[in-house]
T-cell receptor, first 114, second 115 residues
């Protein structure tokens, strides 16, 4: 079984500032890692995924995440945020052997202030 | 490409009524998931189908909830009788297991309010 911890429930940040949303996971097996974004009144959209290879993964809208196996972390970063990045962000993990099921974190609400 | 389609987008009904939520997965996807999202409990997996067969329904809250997938292009989630605590946003997601790294694609959800 896996678990995901998103350490910050809310992150306010000013426009054009950098941001990091933290995610730690726990698993006894190898995993795939994902970040999803949810805009108001919409479903979840995939931002990026880590499957294997380079630990730095680039996604849509200028976001990137780094997989750190020793720290079991998969933090999401953006060097300069826009008002339009205001949304809820979910980290998720799946077992490589049974990748159909995702375990989600509790989410981080990113609010970009003008 | 058409994404995952859910209907209705909003449903308001009185306690005790039957509620049916519908989902059309992406064509060619053979796994389908129902989730419930609330402020208190976050995103919870209710049930997961693979090739139209329920694989894991351990997240279904109680006997009032039931889900079916009669064919590869349609699934329903039914609540009977409904209660105010069932108020939430219900999401359907689908994926293909042809490649194990395929992510889930989500619909826009059904916002359910039980009065």
């Amino acid at each position: 079984a896996q678990s995901v911890t998103q350490l910050d429930s809310q992150v306010p940040v000013f426009e054009e500032a950098p941001v990091e949303l933290r995610c730690n996971y726990s698993s006894s097996v190898s995993v795939y890692l994902f970040w999803y974004v949810q805009y108001p009144n919409q479903g979840l959209q995939l931002l990026l995924k880590y499957l294997s290879g380079s630990t730095l993964v680039k996604g849509i809208n200028g976001f990137e995440a780094e997989f750190n196996k020793s720290q079991t972390s998969f933090h999401l970063r953006k060097p300069s945020v826009h008002i339009s990045d205001t949304a809820e962000y979910f980290c998720a993990v799946s077992d490589r052997g049974s990748a159909r099921q995702l375990t989600f974190g509790s989410g981080t609400q990113l609010t970009v202030l003008p | 490409d058409a994404g995952v389609i859910q209907s209705p987008r909003h449903e308001v009904t009185e306690m005790g009524q039957e509620v049916t939520l519908r989902c059309k997965p992406i064509s060619g996807h053979n796994s389908l998931f129902w989730y419930r999202q609330t402020m208190m409990r976050g995103l919870e997996l209710l049930i997961y189908f693979n090739n139209n067969v329920p694989i894991d329904d351990s997240g279904m809250p109680e006997d009032r909830f039931s889900a079916k997938m009669p064919n590869a292009s349609f699934s329903t989630l039914k609540i009977q009788p409904s209660e105010p605590r069932d108020s939430a946003v219900y999401f359907c997601a689908s994926s293909s297991d042809r490649a194990v790294d395929q992510p889930q694609h989500f619909g826009d959800g059904t916002r359910l309010s039980i009065l």
